[in-house]
């Protein structure tokens, strides 16, 4: 059953938000500069990046580092915004536990009841605030830190504790804005391994997960700049996946994937559009949905993929087609392309389908997650409109690889930072990287030369 545990990150962790459409990518206007990564799976949400012409040939010794921090742990992601870096973590109680908190398993280390939001200059690596409350785990399993990655838009930083503590915070200077609590505020029940999909904000709107036994529990929207209540909807537990905003036949729907259906509802009032039953194992509803061609793509552990088709009307889903023997992920988003999408499955690494039908074309035998065959991790973005991406393997490996329906084929890899889960960010040239112990920012290895700007 421990295997189980790796399912938190979603969001890893996890993670995902997606501030509607395209809320501002966060770089400033110099036009030496690439996208930043404000949020849970970069600029869009979706796992695509446009950054520069990557080269395929790396130095031996490894990619230029340009700074590195000491840190507490944590499973949630790094965002990036107007060249600032936030992140959350759980520092140890000392420099001894430090030293036991290294690698995947870094839970084991002792740790302090509280948690942080860090903003660092993601230039110089200098720390420009810390934002700690009190955050008492008791004997949640895997315990190092928490999960979410932080949502950054309009100077507003919204962040999501393990155990249910949300935060608005000034994103120049830490300061609170306002603050709720899942649990406390909203009747939530904080899921077997904590709370992990991130704050997804939608036009004016935050949309949370609570997760709960009563009416109105399942999802809330508050007001972005307020935290005032604005509507509830459903009652569902809470998974770790982040939800997904999509566009259908002129209507937007507000996609949520808990531990037992696939729910749609309409993200400006909460109305509730439809909802397909999937009820998975030890809630490990943990990637974040996709949308491409009608059809939401949700991948689980043990009971594998399943895509639902939309119809010409809002209310109108029904499953199109499901795989439970090669297409079962855990943490990890898959990626879609051409008609073809990209998932890495538990037992066979990363495999190619047919988006449309679900049928197989091909798996790498674990080549991209060596050694971690039984419950393998990496974060998957897509490099600009190719077909190379990027990929943080969770032995800290950094690859950069060709996925085409013909094969998988590895351009370059390097060693970014230990054993991680934590998804990394890209900014402008530069990569960014967490574990349990550590934050790194490298630069990375481009095809021309790019005046730094001041």
Known sequence: MRSLL????????????????NPGTGTTADKNQYEEWPQWRGPRGDGTWQGPPIKTSWPQTGLKKLWEQEIGGGYGGISVSNRKLYLMDRPVTSPAEQEKAEGIHGHRADRQNIERV?????????????HSYPATYDKLDYGNGPRVAPTVIENHVYTL????????????TGEVIWKTHLVKDFGGKVPQWGYAAA???????????????EAGTAIVALDHKTGTERWRALKDEAGYATPLLIHHNQQDQLIVWSPNHIHSVNPQTGAHFWSVPYKVTYGVAIASPIEKE??????????????????EQPGQAELKWEDRRTLRGLMSQPLYRDGYAYLLDKQFGLTCFEYATGKKIWDDDNQ??????????????WLNDSSRALILNSDGALILAELTPASYRELARTSLIGETWAHPAYAETRVFAR???????CELPVEESITESP
Do not use: H
């Open 294 to 311: 009608g059809l939401i793509l949700v991948a689980g552990y043990w009971e594998g993929s399943k895509a639902i088709q939309l119809g």
């Open 161 to 172: 504790g393990t155990m249910g503590d949300v935060f608005c915070l000034d994103a120049n």
């Open 368 to 381: 991209m997650t060596p050694g971690n065959s039984r419950n393998p991790q990496a974060s998957l973005v």
């Open 199 to 213: 704050p997804y904000v939608i036009d004016d709107l935050v949309i949370l997960l609570p997760g709960g036994t």
């Open 118 to 130: 860090l903003c660092f200059d993601a230039l110089t690596g200098k720390q420009l605030w810390v």
């Open 435 to 441: 574990s349990n112990t550590k934050l790194v920012a």
């Open 6 to 21: 790796f399912l938190f990150i979603s969001l890893i962790v996890l993670p995902e938000v997606v501030l509607a459409e």
